[in-house]
């Protein structure tokens, strides 16, 4: 894949301006840089299945050092494994298998340990990051599922749990970390950026932010659960698919007697068959409910307009 050297490059490149000057680095290290080093990193995400799992990297880290594993290969901390490509996001790292088991602890080895004392296992546990690996039982011959967490961070959180007094002091322990505040503040700057940027494409085709529009909506979140769809919707498209929609619901004289047919026959069933003869919308559209199948409609709908009917000027 071609454009995956072209990436690879690209990439190479941000990480030799950081290490140009202190100037480039700072640039490189602010909000600025975070965004750059993101856009870098979600193109890979086309290209290279190094970056699946990403969304369960810790929240700490930050887009330079996800995209940093992009650009190598190894274990970074050994030297007998050096083409270990995939990191392990889960742990935000790209370690070996050996490596990796020597930082891990499955949660078999906690089970029956002398912490039981100042706490339980869910309090051992909680919120902490773990990923699933298969193993292999020579004894019962058969697979079983291991929890591994990192074992840093179990012997950070025994530490803690074991001066602990109160129940309530051993649940702040366990709470999630809070996101650092600039990191917060810099997604809710983006948020409003990409509010403005929509707001402003709107305006040029003639329509407005509507708040039932499930689209605009994941638009200005940023499409946190899909990294593809966050790179397939512009502000551009996003105001193009939402004028498509004002057409079909507003103006489309075929689509609302589409619509208008199906409620027409399914009442008639309902007229003529009653109550609880089957699902009537079904047998109508194809779809369980009724809004499903408008839906589908207007998802799969072609035919539109060289030029909106609400911009059009009427004739005097
Ligand atoms: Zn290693």
Request: glycine letters at 6%; charged letters at 30%.
């Amino acid at each position: 894949d071609k454009r995956k050297v072209v990436y690879k490059r690209r990439l190479d490149t941000l990480f030799a301006m950081r290490g140009t000057n202190k100037q480039l680095c700072r640039v490189m290290s602010s909000d600025f840089g975070e965004e750059i080093f993101q856009l870098a990193f979600e193109n890979f995400c086309e290209v290279s299945d190094a970056t699946h799992g990403i969304d369960d990297a810790p929240p700490t880290m930050l887009w330079r050092h996800k995209a940093f594993f992009l650009t190598g290969l190894g274990c970074q901390t050994c030297d007998a494994h050096p083409t270990t490509r995939k990191p392990n996001w889960v742990f935000g790292v790209r370690m070996c298998k050996d490596c990796l088991q020597k930082h891990t602890v499955i949660h078999q080895e906690l089970q029956d340990e002398s912490w039981t004392k100042w706490a339980t296992y869910e309090e051992l546990t909680k919120g902490l990051p773990h990923d699933e690996v298969q193993g292999w039982s020579k004894f019962f011959k058969s697979a079983y599922t291991m929890i591994r967490y990192w074992r840093q961070s179990v012997k950070n959180r025994k530490a803690l749990l074991r001066h602990a007094k109160t129940p309530s002091e051993r649940e702040r322990i366990c709470a999630p970390p809070a996101a650092k505040q600039d990191k917060q503040l810099l997604e809710k700057k983006a948020r409003e950026k990409r509010k403005e940027a929509l707001k402003a494409e709107l305006d040029l085709i003639g329509c407005e932010l509507r708040a039932d529009s499930k689209l605009s909506e994941l638009f200005i979140e940023g499409f946190p659960k899909s990294l593809r769809e966050r790179k397939k919707w512009t502000a551009k498209k996003v105001a193009e698919r939402m004028a498509q929609m004002k057409y079909l619901h507003e103006y489309c004289r075929e689509f609302k007697a589409t619509v208008q047919g199906w409620r027409r026959e399914i009442n008639d069933m309902f007229d003529h068959y009653g109550h609880g003869y089957g699902n009537y919308t079904y047998e109508v559209t194809g779809f369980y409910s009724l809004g499903a199948a408008v839906r589908d409609l207007a998802d799969t709908w072609t035919r539109f307009p060289k030029q909106w009917p609400w911009l059009v000027q009427p004739a005097t």
